[in-house]
């Protein structure tokens, strides 16, 4: 029987610059509720699992000005396996968002982490403040099987 259900919902603070064509971890920066320590200051881009189980995983990215990007990616990866991904056009304004999620098996220690990529010709921003546009969470559903 498990007492508390690991969960963790993390958020960017601030605009986190992206180069061009280069895969970029998000680092969080606020941790909105975190019940069992999933979440450090060490590694502001991950959630580590604290147990083994299954976890559900989502990410929520939101694009400032794009630039001249005809797309942009977002990664869910964790322990070496793909969790989810989406690429998908700028909106006609320049800007984009986007959410990924996907279950995943995690031994205790492993961990997950967001990856975006875009294809403008220079830095662009995903947008953080501390109303979270730009989320990480993950959630215990079940032990592994």
Known sequence: ??????????????????????????????????????????HPDRLTAPIAGIYLVTASVVWGSIGNATEIHTTVIGSAQLVGYDTKAPTSAGGASDIVSGTVSLNAGDYVHVSVLQNSSASQPVHGDAVGLTRFSMVWLAPQS
């Not at 969960?7 to 610059?17: C, F, P, T, Y």
């Not at 180069?19 to 200051?41: A, E, K, R, Y």
Request: glycine share 4%; proline share 7%; charged share 10%.
């Open 1 to 42: 029987m498990i007492g508390t259900v690991p969960a963790a919902l993390v958020e960017l603070g601030s605009n986190q610059s992206v180069p061009p064509t280069t895969d970029t971890f998000l680092n969080f920066d606020i941790t909105s509720f975190d019940t069992d320590s999933m979440h450090n200051n060490v």
